[in-house]
């Protein structure tokens, strides 16, 4: 099992930023990919989740309106579309599988090396 994020960088604040997380070893279609993150001094919080299945979650109240998470199934490819990013969203963004969405860092199976977003005011 391998999970490659990459799209993080530096970005003003009202900016953007799509982050990809590339799988591979495992079938994509029955588990569920899910983006973390964790800022500096901070504990890791869930973000959101996309099941192969079908359906997505957003566990933070801050990333709903601005946060997008897609699937490109074909390409066992999970996005997390970033719009008007804010100096709070500054922490390492970290793609996650599961069996199924769940905010719990603690209960995923294998994570990625992680992709750093700051941004700046």
């Known amino acids: 099992v391998q999970l490659v994020e990459s799209g993080g960088g530096l970005v003003q604040a009202g900016g953007s930023l799509r982050l990809s997380c590339v799988t591979s070893g495992f079938s994509f279609d029955y588990y569920a990919i899910g983006w973390f993150r964790q800022a500096p001094g901070k504990e890791r919080e869930g973000v959101s989740c996309t099941s192969g299945r079908g359906g997505s979650v957003y566990y933070l109240n801050s990333a709903e309106g601005r946060f997008t998470i897609s699937s490109d199934n074909a390409n066992n490819t999970v996005y997390l579309q970033m719009d008007n990013l804010k100096p709070e969203d500054t922490a390492m963004y970290y793609c996650?599988?599961?069996?199924?969405?769940?905010?719990?860092?603690?209960?995923?199976?294998?994570w990625g090396q992680g992709t750093q977003v700051t941004v700046s005011s």
């Open positions: 996650a599988l599961n069996g199924v969405c769940s905010p719990h860092s603690s209960d995923q199976a294998h």
